[in-house]
């Protein structure tokens, strides 16, 4: 069974840095892309920050410049440093990852279980 891991978050002052790291495990042929995601009280779930599996990166508009995406496919791990935090990226985030099975036609979308990262004084 795939699982994603979360790690790295806690509370961080104003102007701080955090990295979140996001690990797969089980048994799967294919990790292709993964991202972050994040949702804070009252409000949806964003997306924040996605890689292809060949690296290229995307973030939404209000981290790019302090917020940096990264993976490590030998490990099957993705990151998120994150620099400059504000009180507004106070959130849960969450893993995201499209996993391919051994002998499957497609690919399926998993969720790790979130990660809370606080920005406070």
């Known amino acids: 069974q795939v699982q994603l891991v979360e790690s790295g978050g806690g509370l961080v002052q104003p102007g701080g840095s955090l990295r979140l790291s996001c690990a797969a495990s089980?048994?799967?042929?294919?990790?292709?892309?993964m991202g972050w995601y994040r949702q804070a009280p009252g409000k949806q779930r964003e997306l924040v920050a996605t890689?292809?599996?060949?690296?290229?990166?995307d973030y939404t508009d209000s981290v790019k410049g302090r917020f940096t995406i990264s993976r490590d496919n030998a490990k099957n791990t993705v990151y998120l440093q994150m620099n400059s935090l504000k009180p507004e990226d106070t959130a849960v985030y969450y893993c995201?990852?499209?996993?391919?099975?051994?002998?499957?036609?497609?690919?399926?979308?998993?969720w790790g279980r979130g990660t809370q990262v606080t920005v406070s004084s």
């Open positions: 089980g048994s799967f042929a294919r990790l292709n892309a």
């Open positions: 995201n990852a499209d996993i391919k099975p051994y002998f499957a036609l497609t690919s399926y979308n998993h």
């Open positions: 890689i292809t599996g060949g690296g290229s990166a």
